[in-house]
């Protein structure tokens, strides 16, 4: 086993070992499935899901299936806290119903795209090593349960809460980021279908208010499944609001922002539109269009 193959593993131990202090605290107030917490349960699924769609994906040497399966695992979490759960109340089923509307529209767009692309160049070299390629498995299902943290707190509660503002308003905040990240995704996927648009970049429509209006929506999203879970959090459970924080940290400081912003950097970088549309345009919160 070379160095590098041991500190991948490692960084798999470290992965789930963070998933494992997660279910811990979420399991306070979880109910049980015989004598596990749902919570628990939950975690696990996140874990043994991406680790069995590992194996045919690394023998298949293909990643098609990589945002599939997040979607599938955000699914199948929601899917068991719903019929392993005693007792759904009207916060738990909204929470359901606003994640599985997200993971079925995201799960299928980032399908959509990555056939239409032939590939993710994020997992060019990755793919033919089986740690690497493990690693990035296990990243993902760590992501999802710390995504998925606030919806699972309220899916697994024994301390249910009546339906109230937070849930109203938490929907509201919910919805408007959910509108904001379909209606960039099909700007731009507009924009790119358009061969005059060849080579260019989009300035036009949400995106002349963000550079990356997407993930402004896809935090806010999130932020609303906080707000709606706030009720039924105590104990330990209040780590997990780390849900919308590590998502917005993510996406602006690990595999979102930073990533398309070094790509646009390397593409466009010399062109003087370009610079002029980044000095005026912010990176992520939104803000009306400045004369460029």
């Known amino acids: 086993m070379t160095a590098n193959d041991r500190k991948t593993l490692l960084t798999i131990v470290v992965i789930v070992v963070i998933g494992g202090l997660v279910a ?10 015989g004598a596990i917490p749902l919570f628990v349960v939950c975690a696990a699924a996140a874990f043994m899901i991406n680790w069995i769609a590992f194996v045919p994906a690394y023998l298949a040497q293909t990643e098609h299936y990589y945002d599939l399966t997040g979607s599938l695992t955000y699914l199948t979490l929601v899917a068991l806290g719903l019929f392993l759960s005693s007792d759904i109340d009207a916060r738990a089923g909204l929470v359901a119903f606003l994640v ?7 799960g299928t767009f980032l399908f959509r795209r990555v056939k239409h692309d032939g590939g993710d160049g994020r997992f060019d070299k990755i793919k033919r090593h089986p740690l690497w390629f493990l690693q990035a498995w296990s990243l993902q ?6 995504t998925l943290a606030c919806a699972l707190a309220v899916l697994t509660t024994s301390e249910h809460e009546e339906f109230d503002v937070f849930a109203a308003v938490g ?3 919910w919805l408007a980021g959910f509108a904001i990240e379909v209606i960039a995704d099909r700007q731009k996927h507009i924009f790119r279908a358009d061969p005059s648009n060849a ?3 989009i300035t036009t429509g949400l995106w002349a ?7 402004f929506g896809e935090v806010v999203l999130w932020a609303g499944i906080a707000v709606i879970a706030l009720p039924v959090l105590s104990g330990w459970r209040w780590l997990m609001l780390i849900s919308p924080v590590f ?11 930073p990533l398309l912003e070094a790509r646009a950097k390397q593409r466009w970088g010399d062109d003087p539109s370009f610079q002029s549309y980044t000095a005026a345009t912010p990176s992520l919160i939104p803000r009306p269009p400045q004369s460029r």
């Open 199 to 201: 080579g260019r970049f």
């Open 100 to 106: 599985t509307v997200w993971a079925l529209r995201l």
């Open 209 to 215: 208010w963000s550079r990356h209006p997407n993930y």
């Open 171 to 173: 929907a509201v905040i």
């Open 24 to 33: 811990w605290a979420g399991s306070s107030g979880s109910i049980d499935v």
């Open 141 to 146: 299902a760590l992501w999802v349960l710390l």
């Open 247 to 257: 998502v917005y940290l993510l996406l602006t400081r690990v595999s979102g922002v």
